[in-house]
């Protein structure tokens, strides 16, 4: 029987354009599944990671040349290995690519997150057993089927279109990081970042998590009003970053009673004073929560800390079950994500979106592949 092949991109050479070529189609493990991609999201940071990580972080470490790239992978189940429990071929799912050992002491605890192998499927790695994980999980979405581990899997609702589910890596990164500070109705938060992927994303789902008034800060004052309009008059309120200190301006719209949480987005390039700046926003026993990957190093006034009980961490993904708790939400339709404007394009044309994702409408444009 002749092997059946597909069409997969593939990276030759970092900073260099990815080649599509011809490769059989993967064979499946018991616990894994089949799945036909029909839509893998292409986001912002993913330049960076094939022009300048090794440079830039050469202690995170990226799948071995060639590979095979795609964060944000989401289709149909073709076939199912023979001890795959809950899902079935024709079953419409969302692969997170967050890929954990199972036997570490973290994983057996059921903090997979924390797993010694952490590793992005398709993307990056974050520990010295991450080359492992990728000659393990070799074949990332920007093709044209792939194997998923079953526990990796959101069902997606019939409502949810393919495009939007490449979304929810971004989506998810947001969501773990408002749990984490236990955002809920009573809190006033505050977005560093609102209209960008990341911030936009965090806006949504603290919308669906009923919290009573987000504040948030941006550049692009083009995007302000179409921000605020995505909920009523008055609960989104947006500061131009730079006009004046974010502390001073919340410390107004707040009548001085401060905020329970701030979502820092801003990207790797936003200077560390902005955080630090959005941090002395917080009243006593609030929490700052970073999402954005600020590189600079961030000076931190630990008597200040101590003595109003602060909490400032990292938040990295999200677990699974929090994808489903996502899918969900849209089912329900607590969680409105129609204001994604996707801007798809087919396998060929990988390079041409990658390049043009640097004229995106903040966080409305969706780039997305769809094999």
């Known amino acids: ?51 300048n990580w090794v440079n830039w972080f050469p202690e995170l470490p990226l799948p071995k040349l060639p590979a095979i790239f795609g964060l944000d992978p989401a289709g149909v189940i073709e076939a199912i290995g023979e001890q795959v429990y809950d899902f079935k071929p024709g079953d ?8 954990h050992c199972g036997s570490c002491r973290a994983c057996r605890s059921g903090n997979t997150t924390g797993c010694t192998a952490y590793t992005f499927n398709g993307y990056f790695g974050f520990t010295p057993r991450s080359p492992r994980m990728f000659e393990d999980y070799p074949y990332g979405g920007l093709c044209e089927y792939m194997p998923a581990p079953q526990y990796s899997l959101v069902k997606l609702p019939d409502c ?23 955002v809920g109705p009573s809190s006033t938060i505050l977005i560093n970042g609102i209209s960008g992927t ?29 921000v605020k309009d995505l909920a009523a008059p ?20 707040t009548q001085g009673g401060g905020l329970d949480v701030v979502i820092d987005a801003l990207g790797p390039g936003a200077p560390a004073d902005s955080l630090v700046d959005s941090m002395r926003c917080l009243h006593r026993s609030g929490h700052l929560v970073n999402v954005g ?35 969900d939400m849209v089912e329900s339709g607590v969680l409105d994500l129609s204001f994604f404007e996707h801007n798809t394009f087919p396998l060929d044309q990988i390079n041409e979106a990658i390049s043009g994702i640097e004229n995106r409408l903040g966080g409305f444009s969706n780039y997305v592949i769809c094999p």
């Open 92 to 99: 419409r799912v969302y692969v997170n690519p967050a890929r």
């Open 160 to 182: 949810m279109s393919f495009e939007t589910a490449a979304r929810l890596g971004y989506l998810g990164t947001a969501y773990r990081a408002l749990l984490k500070a236990n």
């Open 198 to 226: 990341l911030g936009l994303g965090a806006l949504a789902l603290a919308l669906a998590m009923g919290v009573r008034k987000i504040l948030g800060t941006a550049r692009n004052e083009a995007l302000f009003q179409r």
């Open 234 to 253: 008055g609960r989104i309120e947006i500061h131009k970053l730079g006009s004046c200190p974010t502390s001073e301006w919340v410390n107004n719209v």
């Open 1 to 51: 029987m002749a092997t059946k092949m597909m069409r997969a991109a593939r990276m030759y050479e970092c900073g260099k354009p990815m080649v599509i070529e011809e490769i059989p189609v993967p064979t499946l493990r018991p616990t894994e599944v089949l799945v036909k991609v029909k839509a893998c999201g292409i986001v912002p940071n993913l330049h960076n990671i094939l022009t």
């Open 293 to 327: 990957a600020v590189a600079d190093k961030v000076p931190l006034d630990m008597h200040w800390m101590m003595d109003n009980d602060i909490s400032v961490s990292g938040s990295v993904w999200f677990t699974t079950g929090q994808g489903q708790q996502m899918a």
